[in-house]
Antibody, heavy 117, light 106 residues
Framework: QVQLVESGGGVVQPGRSLRLSCAASGFTFSTYPMHWVRQAPGKGLEWVAVISYDGSNKYYADSVKGRFTISRDNSNNTLYLHLNKLRTEDTAVYYC??????????WGQGTLVTVSS | IQLTQSPSSLSASIGDRVTITCRASQGISSYLAWYQQKPGKAPKVLIYAASTLQSGVPSRFSGSGSGTDFTLTISSLQPEDFATYYCHQLYSYPPTFGGGTKVDIK
């Protein structure tokens, strides 16, 4: 069955960096675009970034453009999100998701990032 | 593309029929999913491609619509259905979410 498992969250000071990982299994990872979505405490869902199946195209939300970088390793079925210049408003649960057009979507369980001094 | 969900919250009783709507600011064909989220949990996929029920989801959930207007219906509300529901468009980037509808007990 499809599984997405995020890791790498934690407490980090403003201005510092963090790398999130999402290990995928149960499907042909290299054929799907992949997303990161976040949810701040008590708030709704916010899309963060997407990467094409082969990594050649990447799109970002304006709120993270220039600070976050999405990447993938298709040989190891892993999605990444590099978070740089973190701000307190980046505090959220970060989810990876397989979601594309009319294809059945899948989400991971999330990893919490807390940005605090 | 903006997604406007209504209502933002509702109170209902066990056994009630509940309808949540999601309106897109432009046509998105059938590229819409619905999620259920409970506190502290990840979103759970209920419906994708506007009307396809995710495997394992009870048949009391159904989705309809295409273009700009979509509906999620719970035919007979059960205790485990009290949660927040989100719509999500996958027609174009950036993929956007509705603001959510919180369903609680009357």
């Amino acid at each position: 069955q499809v599984q997405l498992v995020e890791s790498g969250g934690g407490v980090v000071q403003p201005g510092r960096s963090l790398r999130l990982s999402c290990a995928a299994s149960g499907f042909t990872f290299s054929t799907y675009p992949m997303h990161w979505v976040r949810q701040a405490p008590g708030k709704g869902l916010e899309w963060v970034a997407v990467i094409s199946y082969d990594g050649s195209n990447k799109y970002y939300a304006d709120s993270v453009k220039g600070r976050f970088t999405i990447s993938r390793d298709n040989s190891n079925n892993t999605l990444y999100l590099h978070l740089n210049k973190l701000r307190t408003e980046d505090t959220a649960v970060y989810y990876c998701a397989r979601a594309s057009g009319s294809v059945e979507p899948y989400w991971g369980q999330g990893t919490l990032v807390t940005v605090s001094s | 593309i903006q997604l406007t969900q209504s209502p933002s919250s509702l109170s209902a009783s066990i056994g009630d029929r509940v309808t949540i709507t999601c309106r897109a600011s432009q046509g998105i064909s059938s590229y819409l999913a619905w999620y259920q989220q409970k506190p502290g949990k990840a979103p759970k996929v209920l419906i994708y491609a506007a009307s396809t029920l995710q495997s394992g989801v009870p048949s009391r959930f159904s989705g309809s619509g295409s273009g700009t207007d979509f509906t999620l219906t719970i035919s007979s509300l059960q205790p485990e259905d009290f949660a927040t529901y989100y719509c999500h468009q996958l027609y174009s980037y950036p993929p956007t979410f509705g603001g959510g509808t919180k369903v609680d007990i009357k």
